[in-house]
């Protein structure tokens, strides 16, 4: 039904923009990044490549989250490749897991040969639903990965002790959730192993990750993997001084960026959930979502307005940090590396075994809450430089496309 109001007449048809100022860097970079890295060049002639800068770093990273071991690795990816091949998995085995993620966290189960099965999500938290992993459990599960997406932690009692009762190792991916925390606890100290991306994330290394365990078993096995292995396979996902020199920098930043997302969220949340149709993620009493971005969902009959013509809408308005539906709206099983099985040459291993029968066929693979819910999910991506004004300026923009649309329902 139109409500009658006449709203302002968007950028994105002709109007006037509503911010024409251009926003601040992603990261923040300084003299200290140019000091740690200054050292790496002096140190060279006679300690290229003997990681002092590593050790400091990750000896800082364990010492922040409280745990005994950080293992250094060059992507996140790797950092997700090291773990599952940690928990050393025969191949064919099951890793259970969301396919609402990059797919850096699941490319590493596939190079151990190990399958991929996915989970529903919580359309609340939008995060992986412990239930449905329950539900997924076979005598071939090796190991739970959850993602705290967005940087949202997940509901981590439950799914611990599903992986305790079942005797089965968690990986903790916290790519998207630097410093979030779950009932008080950091994300990434609870599970067998936390892992993280320090390429564009929250904290940036350009490129790199983490992992950190207070198993030393695992630990000597993550660390002898990642410099190329052992006695048995390896793979040299290698982390150099020269991040680890812009990792120390941004290290001493770290809070405050995390700072300034809580509080560019705070700003959101006065806004957005109370726009016609949209919907924030829920993030359960007690928990601290770090905000890698802001994600909302968008129901088009109420809203008037679809995910993707909203942030369209809104990115002309002089905010260039919203985005449609994440991941296009498709999950990671429909993907041509899973429907079409592209892995090695023809052989389509380690989805189809050696006698040819296939093991998982994921163009039948069904999620009722993802295939509904993922594709009204928009995000905000944050900065580390976001000023409160800026952050006014994003919802005000929301906020005016918002009344635009509603007023256009008939």
């Known amino acids: 039904m139109a409500t009658g109001k006449v709203a302002e007449k968007l950028a994105i ?11 601040g860097s992603r990261w923040i970079f300084g003299e200290e990044e140019k000091r740690h890295l200054a050292d790496v060049i002096d ?32 992507t996140g990816t790797g950092a997700c490749h090291t773990a599952v091949a940690v928990i050393n998995p025969e191949p064919g085995d099951e890793v ?44 071939r599960t090796r190991a739970i990965m959850l993602v705290h997406l967005f940087g949202n932690p997940c509901d981590m009692d439950a799914i611990m002790d599903i992986g305790r009762s079942h005797g089965i190792p968690v990986i903790e991916d916290c790519s998207q959730a630097h410093l979030a925390r779950y009932q008080g606890k950091l994300v990434g100290t609870m599970g067998d192993f936390g892992v993280f991306s320090l390429g564009g994330k929250t904290l ?23 410099r190329g292995g052992g006695d048995g396979l390896g793979d040299a996902h290698r982390f150099t001084d020269l991040a680890a020199a812009v990792g120390l920098a941004q290290f001493q930043r770290w ?41 909302y969902k968008i129901d088009e009959a109420e809203a008037g307005v679809s995910p993707v013509r909203f942030a369209e809408a809104v990115q002309a308005e002089g905010i260039p940090d919203c985005h449609g ?14 429907t079409e099985e592209r892995t090695y040459g023809r052989s ?17 693979v069904r999620l009722p809450n993802i295939e509904s819910e993922l594709p009204k999910t928009g995000i905000i991506l944050f900065r580390n430089s976001n000023s409160e ?7 005000a923009a929301m906020r005016k496309v918002s009344d635009y649309y509603v007023s256009r329902r008939s």
Do not use: C
Not at 43 to 70: C, D, I, L
Not at 205 to 217: A, R, Y
């Open 96 to 139: 259970i897991t969301t396919p609402i993620t990059a797919m850096g966290t699941v490319s590493g189960i596939v190079l151990q040969n190990a399958i991929p099965v996915f989970a529903d999500w919580d359309p609340d938290t939008f995060n992986i639903d412990p239930a449905d992993i329950e539900r997924k459990i076979t005598d």
């Open 389 to 395: 004004q800026e952050a006014h300026d994003i919802a």
């Open 348 to 364: 389509r291993y380690p989805f189809v075994d050696e006698q040819g029968r296939r093991r998982i066929d994921y163009t039948k």
């Open 13 to 23: 048809d002709g109007g006037e923009p509503l911010r024409t100022e251009p926003f």
């Open 43 to 74: 140190n060279a002639p006679h300690g290229w490549r003997n990681h002092f800068k590593v050790n400091a770093f990750t000896q800082a990273f364990a010492k922040k989250h409280g745990v005994k071991h950080a293992i250094p690795v060059n």
């Open 325 to 338: 539906p994440y991941i296009n709206g498709v999950p990671l099983y429909k993907f041509p590396l899973f």
């Open 255 to 295: 809070d405050e960026a995390v700072r300034v997302r809580l509080r560019t969220a705070a700003i959101l949340d006065e806004v957005v959930p109370n726009l016609p149709g949209f919907q924030v993620q829920k993030v359960r009493p007690g928990d601290v979502n770090s905000y890698y971005v802001y994600a």
């Open 204 to 226: 940036t290394t350009d490129q790199g990750g983490m992992l950190i365990t207070d198993n030393d078993e695992l630990a000597e096995r993550a660390s002898t993997f990642s």
